[in-house]
């Protein structure tokens, strides 16, 4: 089965880091997505990693370790439009690139 | 930049009808699914599609349920006998292996 865990709500001031943070547990790994998914619209592909270290992508950034199943979302100077839902999912090992989601973390940027 | 187009956006229907959501994938991903999101629950997956057949299906992905791809563009998702569980928003997504690409979705309401 597959266990995907992460904060449920986080706030921020605008300018400012944020760490968001991912756990999983999975039965087959082949990758670890980062999606966002502001309210009533689909979700669009934020990063992806296979090989554990830190992917870097202008002001997102994204972190994976393997062998402690986890990972983390980090998007600096934060704008009031990065305000939605940060989507961590997990595909498997299938080879169908299906991917598991987690219920997602819920990002508040405040003035 | 191609994206995935899903029709109709929104979609009412009375208990017991049957509703087809269409979609069309971007063009050269071969790699399709069915997405569904309950209001303020994580997205779950209920079907890929790959070959012209299912590759993987969950739990969710009951009878009630099918897929079809009826000619060189067109996915569509058919649900029988609709309850009032089923409202959701429905997204289908493509792939070309590595990233998932998600339409905008079809809302769908069950009376």
């Known amino acids: 089965g597959q266990n995907i865990d992460q904060p449920t709500e986080m706030t921020a001031t605008e300018g400012a880091i944020v760490q968001i943070n991912c756990t999983y547990q999975t039965s087959g790994f082949n990758g670890l997505f980062w999606y966002q998914q502001h309210a009533g619209e689909a979700p669009t592909f934020l990063s992806y990693?296979?090989?554990?270290g830190l992917e870097e992508k202008g002001r997102f950034s994204s972190f994976l370790s393997r062998s402690k199943g986890y990972s983390y979302l980090l998007l600096k100077e934060l704008q009031m439009k990065d305000s939605a839902s940060y989507l961590c999912a997990v595909r498997d090992h299938s080879g169908y690139s299906t991917l598991t989601f987690g219920k997602g973390t819920m990002l508040l940027v405040s003035p | 930049e191609p994206e995935v187009t899903q029709t109709p956006s929104h979609q009412v229907t009375q208990m017991g009808q049957e509703v087809i959501l269409r979609c069309v994938p971007i063009?050269?991903?071969?790699?399709f699914y069915w997405y569904r999101q309950i209001l303020g629950q994580k997205v779950e997956f209920l079907v890929s599609f790959y070959n012209n057949e299912i590759s993987e299906k969950s739990e969710i992905f009951d009878d009630q349920f099918s897929v079809e791809r009826p000619d060189g563009s067109n996915f569509t998702l058919k649900i029988r006998s609709t309850k009032l569980e089923d409202s959701a928003m429905y997204f289908c997504?493509?792939?070309?292996?590595?990233?998932?690409?998600f339409g905008s979705g079809t809302q769908l309401s069950v009376l």
């Open positions: 990693n296979v090989l554990d």
């Open positions: 063009s050269n991903h071969l790699y």
């Open positions: 997504a493509s792939s070309d292996g590595e990233k998932l690409f």
